[in-house]
């Protein structure tokens, strides 16, 4: 559901890590600027993992507003540098 200024509203599940290596997925970034969150992870000391989103995670609100489908979506997860 979009808001007043254009962003969403809808939470995207948030996954624990469990047995995905110590991984924590943060949040999904549009276009070209997940990019630039995730030079910002790598600067705060995290392994950064980028994946293309899966639209198949989103809500269901999330098929009537077409949000989902404008732009790249792609998933950020970090886990602390070893």
């Known amino acids: ?3 007043q200024d254009g962003g969403c509203s809808s939470s995207i599940p948030r996954d624990a890590g469990g047995d995905r290596g110590g ?3 943060r949040f ?4 070209p600027r997940y ?14 993992r980028v ?3 899966d ?3 989103l809500p269901e609100e999330c098929d009537s507003c077409g949000e989902s489908e404008q732009g790249d979506l792609w998933t950020i997860y970090t886990r602390p540098r070893e």
């Open 51 to 53: 994946e293309s989103f």
């Open 23 to 25: 991984w924590t997925k």
């Open 55 to 57: 639209r198949g995670d």
């Open 28 to 31: 999904v970034a549009r276009g």
């Open 1 to 3: 559901m979009a808001t």
């Open 35 to 48: 990019r630039e969150w995730a030079a910002l992870y790598e600067s705060l000391g995290f392994e950064v």
